[in-house]
T-cell receptor, first 113, second 112 residues
Framework: DTGVSQDPRHKITKRGQNVTFRCDPISEHNRLYWYRQTLGQGPEFLTYFQNEAQLEKSRLLSDRFSAERPKGSFSTLEIQRTEQGDSAMYLC???????????FGEGSRLTVL | DQQVKQNSPSLSVQEGRISILNCDYTNSMFDYFLWYKKYPAEGPTFLISISSIKDKNEDGRFTVFLNKSAKHLSLHIVPSQPGDSAVYFCAASGTNDYKLSFGAGTTVTVRA
């Protein structure tokens, strides 16, 4: 158990709808990451928080995507106006300040019809 | 631009034998390397890591070897067990760069 929980585990939505995913890391995870994984590929970096500050965003993250970590604890990833190409597994990971390992949650699978 | 490459999409090995997974990287700024294991419908699980100041790290049945000059690392699993059947991802990061870059993964199947 990595201590990182994600909700929902699976979301099916219609194209054009908005979806939101939530990630709850443990308190020791000062750093929090969002990754996206599609079939046959490794996880791709989307964005990274240190406490409540969003320090980096990938060029992959279009303006339809927004992430927050308002109190430095849980985080949300919202996708507006979903497209079929957004169908993927969205992974959240936590890490301590001075460790290189990321600890992943079980992921939220998005299916856009 | 794929900075971490796993050129073998799959590997089949008999139970009890050695599994060798390979990974190449292109970014010379990478100095920390990790292997993750992933079962279907689960998130990746950290397996083992190695810093660039070392060329070998061992943890039980798992050993990671790093060849910095060749920009190559490998994961050895010995002996392989049926529970090792999973997708294995190689990942890398640089100093002060806190995000990991992942390879595409190698699916390992351990045959009884």
């Amino acid at each position: 158990d990595t201590g990182v929980s994600q909700d929902p585990r699976h979301k099916i939505t219609k194209r054009g709808q908005n979806v939101t995913f939530r990630c709850d890391p443990i308190s020791e995870h000062n750093r929090l990451y969002w990754y996206r994984q599609t079939l046959g590929q490794g996880p791709e970096f989307l964005t990274y928080f240190q406490n409540e500050a969003q320090l980096e965003k990938s060029r992959l993250l279009s303006d339809r995507f927004s992430a927050e970590r308002p109190k430095g604890s849980f985080s949300t990833l919202e996708i507006q106006r979903t497209e079929q190409g957004d169908s993927a597994m969205y992974l959240c990971a936590g890490a301590g300040l001075n460790t290189g390992e990321l600890f992943f949650g079980e992921g939220s699978r998005l299916t856009v019809l | 631009d794929q900075q971490v490459k796993q050129n073998s999409p799959s590997l089949s090995v008999q139970e009890g034998r050695i599994s060798i997974l390979n990974c190449d990287y292109t970014n010379s700024m990478f100095d920390y390397f990790l292997w993750y294991k992933k079962y279907p419908a689960e998130g990746p699980t950290f397996l083992i890591s190695i810093s660039s100041i070392k060329d070998k790290n061992e943890d039980g049945r798992f050993t990671v070897f790093l060849n910095k000059s060749a920009k190559h690392l490998s994961l050895h699993i010995v002996p392989s067990q049926p529970g090792d059947s999973a997708v294995y991802f190689c990942a890398a990061s640089g100093t002060n760069d806190y995000k990991l870059s992942f390879g595409a993964g190698t699916t390992v199947t351990v045959r009884a």
